[in-house]
């Protein structure tokens, strides 16, 4: 028998007596290794690679795992050695003795068994049951790699695969019927071509499961297999609320207020875009009382083309001809609807034009190819900061498109000659350069001031949107319409003032608003019901931002299976 060291004993040696140290050694042992208290431990061994711990189960018998049968009568005994958690950063390595008993029942089949020490082993492990379920926790955290290279600095050496292993082999939470709040939306698995679905429990904010795709049967499956789910908060897509209706038909849809916003501020940017022409060619407005003068982000901002002769619409390049950016989008607006008329479906002329999808799709939605035109024409460009430095050197006398290229690119343009040349060609037509328009916000900065809280922007930047809602009277009514939306959004007003507001977008043919309005109608239901009572998909949201996370620990390397697991059991 190895003596225990005076190491792990709380007093030196010499203040105990033998029998009385060895007691209170085993205790402060029990303390510090509660799931040893099933052990008698024989001696302990402290080196500088592994603690070692010597020691034998306690009890008299063992019941037999196949009858229950308890028996004494020992068969022989063989020593077991299983890995155990650290110890002061050292990896701790039990060596039991095991014993082996006869099987006292007459029929049983089993003829010895070997002896389970209770809370710390289990059938051909070689770790112990609490290792096993701290390692199976570090795996849930931070997966392969990065968990078994954070068990390692622990004391605890694990290969990377046995950690999935670990996470794979947990049992799933029991779920045997739908929260009454269900939350549902998509995430991207491989982004833009294979998305999962993420079902939500919206009062505990935990995820429940997840479906390998956003189908409508998948989803309607799933609902018949888990009843009960009364409200189903979701986002606008179609599939959603096709399966809601066929899984579950007796519960209420909520469209989620974050998607309703996400799409009207999709719409508003649209919306701005289209209409930021008329800030580049209005009248200048006189600044506010209260402007301060312009900055340095000032400085940098785009400045719109002065008010010239015709030819300085941006249809026309240097030369008077068309562009080659009008004319192409012409020729595809008319090719699109042509083959349109002839029956054939988008996938079909995506393969005959050979172009995106998506841009066909957009060609095919504007029947108007004018408006197409606005957008491609009034877009942002590289050469915006650099306008007022054009305008001031053209009145200067240098007239020359080299040197004036060559000027603004050594202040860092990193355009052509072309574009300097198709923007001063007007002023050659005139005695002096126009003195450029007031710099023109960005889009999205546009977009930012009409859908933030009045009472959340600065002076200046309200003085700068009253200036722009004052010279462009379809964004000064874009305004409102945002505004009033917003309103009826966070007073949850929706059942009283939607249709007034739809009415009112409606009416308004410039508004930009009135696809978003035609989809609020083919879902009218649930949008009422998302501005109205308080559920809330923040939830979901909240769990596919988690999802992204465990995405990339994984890197991408990992099966469907796996991932669940991780969501669905992930600590956090």
Known sequence: MRVIRPAIVPRPADHLQDQGGQERGGDLLARLFPHLRCLQVDGIEATAEAVMIWARCRAAGAACPSCGMWSSRVHSRYERRLADGAAGGRPVLICLTVRRFFCAGPDCEVVTFAEQAEGLTGRYLRRSLPLLGLLAQVALALAGRAGARLAGLLGMPVHRTTLLRLITALPDPACSAAPPILGVGDFALRKGQVYGTVLVDVTSGEAIGLLPDREAATFAAWLKAHPGAAVICRDRAGNYAEGAKRGAPDAIQVAARWHLWHNLAGYAEKAVAAHRACLTAATPVPAED?????????????????????????????????????????????????????????SA???????????????????DVEKLLVKATSRQTILDPFKPCLNQRWNDGITGTAALHAEIAARGFTGSMQAVRRYVHPFRQMAAAPPPVPAVPKTRQITRWLLSDPDHLDPHEKAKLNGIRARCPHLDDLAGHVTAFAKMMTRRTGETDLEGWLARVEADEQSGLRSFAAGIRNDLQAVTNGLTPPYSSAACEGNVTRIKLIKRQMYGRASFGLLRKRVILHPG
Do not use: M, Y
């Open 290 to 346: 209260g402007d301060p003068p312009p900055g340095p982000q000032q400085a940098d901002a785009p400045a719109g083309p002065p008010a010239g002769p015709p030819d300085a619409d941006g249809l026309l390049d240097a030369c008077g001809r068309e562009r080659r950016l009008v004319a192409r989008t012409r020729e595809r607006h008319a090719a699109i609807h042509e083959l349109l008329n002839a029956g054939q479906s988008l």
């Open 349 to 367: 002329i995506t393969r005959t034009l050979g172009l995106d999808r998506k841009t066909v799709q957009r060609f095919a939605r504007q029947p």
